[in-house]
Nanobody, 121 residues
Framework: QVQLVESGGGLVQAGGSLRLSCAAS????????VGWFRQRPRKERELVGA????????YYSDAVNGRFTISRDNAKNTVYLQMDDLKPEDTAVYYC??????????????WGQGTQVTVSS
């Protein structure tokens, strides 16, 4: 089993930056697909971006492309979400999730508990 713990959320002003961390335990996730999701108030959960086991294979939603960056540190078994130029509409609970990528479609069976990000205008 894989356990995921997010950290790094908080309150930031518009235009500011935050870096979220997703620390994994129980299994090495260096070969896993790790996605970052968010759930904004009164909205459905949405995929923000994801990183494959090849470090240069990343995906970003249109809403965050160019502002958010996903990276991973395999030595620390951790994936990061660097969020720059934050906007009030980025306010949400952010979750990381992992999938071993051995089958498609991805189902992300492993989830963290989420971390709150609040962006003030």
């Amino acid at each position: 089993q894989v356990q995921l713990v997010e950290s790094g959320g908080g309150l930031v002003q518009a235009g500011g930056s935050l870096r979220l961390s997703c620390a994994a335990s129980g299994r090495t996730i260096s070969s896993y697909v790790v996605g970052w999701f968010r759930q904004r108030p009164r909205k459905e959960r949405e995929l923000v971006g994801a990183i494959n086991w090849r470090p240069d294979m990343t995906y970003y939603s249109d809403a965050v492309n160019g502002r958010f960056t996903i990276s991973r540190d395999n030595a620390k078994n951790t994936v990061y979400l660097q969020m720059d130029d934050l906007k009030p509409e980025d306010t949400a609970v952010y979750y990381c999730a992992a999938d071993d990528g051995l089958s498609t479609p991805l189902e992300y069976p492993y989830w963290g508990q989420g971390t709150q990000v609040t962006v003030s205008s």
